[in-house]
């Protein structure tokens, strides 16, 4: 063992990495949940619609407000699973997958940025936390414009600390162009994105002019792709906040959270560990000061919008962790073996045992198999009759000799989905498989869901209306010809 220890001592990039590999590829592969209804309808939706040209359309897909670039990069691997099976399921494995990979890059800036504070030490630990958080892992699988932003904000502030402490042009491009990606991604973040560019160019007027202009590379080319999608540039920047946040259809439609939200989510989605890892964030941000700025930033600025999810701020997480293993690496002690295990329990056991971390294991997992499984009869038009936030509609699953409609359909489709013993199944029906609703901490499961169906010579889709998610009423004066869709 020993000599096993000296080996990988000096490695603590490798091994982290490796680590943190084996938890997100048997989330990718192991689970097949969706963490929440904009990465499967906004997202994966969208790019299965690209490649097998059927699906559910959202409100937001409908007037222009998001960008296509997410869809788009997820529709390559949702093809090249096409091209080589002709359902789907391989290309949902290889998105996952790919997000996982993706999704390494926290770890890889945990341990540089460990190692810059504390060395070795500080390496390992803050590595090992990024890789071993169980937020980190679960969200890895998930295409999420949270997740992503992410992705490329936390490299860019590593990128940006280099250039402060060893001036080089070349961090100076990276970050600023990963800066300026991460504001197309979310652009929520603008607030946190300017601190972090503001450090990283100081006063050299040349600093601006070389980090600025390739910030604006990502932007430019984000505004030509809504120019070409949408057939305005910038479309989708300038839409998302006035139909959210000045007419208020987020707040309205989706519910709205006092500003201490994020403080009590905290405590719900981590419980005691929640107190150890402030402490030992605040010991890491007095190491590096603007990442626990930034984290700051991201919170507060997201407590004073209405509408909230913990999600929102998962690129404050993602620098509050590796900040917690540059503060254990502040505190730690040779010899203090007992209390450097309780200060670990502490800090892991709460997010471990919380209620969401159960919830989000399995979460939408009973409607993946479920509608998998109504997938392989492959039928000509589903009629969707239940719409329970516990069972998702999992349209992506399904090829592209399949269709979709609303209760009101059912006697025009092969194929029924609806809570078990409704009175609303016409007669010539077989009942197929049931499956329970996801699990929602402290709330009782709704009904099962169940599907029937009948021969195909029924099918009758010509004469049944498209399935619709909730759309917002305020957001009918804004709709939009999609360019790219219409081609398909």
Request: hydrophobic content about 55%; charged content about 10%.
């Amino acid at each position: 063992m020993a000599v096993w220890r000296a080996r990988l001592a000096p490695h603590p990039l490798l091994c982290c990495l490796v680590i943190a590999l084996i938890p997100r590829l048997g989330a990718a592969i192991g689970l097949q949940t969706y963490y929440t209804a904009d990465e499967l309808f906004q997202y994966i939706e969208q790019a299965h619609r690209l490649v097998f040209h059927q699906g559910v359309i959202p409100w937001e897909f409908q007037v222009g407000l998001r960008s296509w670039l997410i869809p788009l990069v997820l529709a390559l691997p949702m093809a090249i699973g096409h091209w080589l099976t002709p359902t789907p399921l391989l290309g949902l494995v290889l998105i996952r997958v790919l997000c996982g990979i993706a999704s390494l890059s926290l770890v890889w800036c945990a341990v540089r940025l460990g190692a810059l504070s504390q060395g070795q030490r500080g390496a390992w630990l803050a590595g090992l936390l990024a890789a071993l958080w169980p937020d980190f892992w679960l969200l890895a699988p998930h295409p999420l414009e949270e997740t992503f932003a992410a992705y490329t904000m936390v490299p860019a502030l590593y990128l940006a600390i280099l250039h402060r402490r060893s001036p080089q042009r070349s961090h100076l491009l990276a970050s600023g162009f990963l800066l300026g990606l991460a504001f197309v991604l979310r652009e929520q973040m603008a607030p946190a994105i300017a601190i972090i560019g503001i450090y990283l160019c100081g006063r050299p007027i040349r600093n601006w002019v070389w980090a600025v202009g390739m910030a604006l590379v990502p932007v430019i080319a984000a505004g030509a792709l809504d120019w070409v999608t949408w057939g305005q540039p910038f479309r989708s920047f300038w839409l998302d906040p006035y139909l959210n946040l000045v007419v208020g259809i987020a707040r309205g439609s989706f519910g709205s959270s006092p500003p201490f939200y994020y403080f009590g989510e905290f405590f719900y989605v981590w419980l005691w560990g929640t107190i150890p890892l402030a402490y030992l964030a605040w010991r890491g941000a007095r190491m590096l000061p603007i990442a626990g700025w930034v984290a700051v930033v991201i919170i507060a600025e997201h407590s004073l919008i209405s509408h909230k999810d913990f999600r929102f701020v998962f690129p404050a997480v993602a620098l509050l962790v590796p900040l917690a293993g540059i503060g254990l690496a502040c505190v730690w002690q040779a010899g203090a073996t007992r209390r450097h295990a309780l200060i670990l329990a502490a800090l892991l056991s709460g997010p471990y045992l919380s209620p969401p971390f159960f919830r989000f294991l399995g979460w939408q997992q009973n409607a993946s198999t479920f509608y998998t499984e109504l997938a392989a009869h492959k039928p000509c038009l589903v009629a969707i009759a239940t719409r329970d936030r516990g069972f998702w509609p999992i349209v992506s699953v399904f090829g592209a000799g399949t269709q979709f409609t609303d209760e009101t359909g059912i006697n025009a489709a092969d194929a029924v989905v609806a809570r078990r013993g409704s009175t609303a199944i016409p007669p010539g029906f077989t009942l197929g498989s049931c499956a329970k609703q996801s699990w929602i901490p402290f709330k009782s499961r709704g009904p099962a869901v169940c599907f029937w169906t009948r021969p195909a010579s029924f099918c009758q889709p010509s004469q049944a209306a498209p399935f619709v998610l909730v759309y917002p009423p305020a957001a009918h004066a804004y709709v939009i010809r999609d360019r790219l869709a219409s081609h398909l």
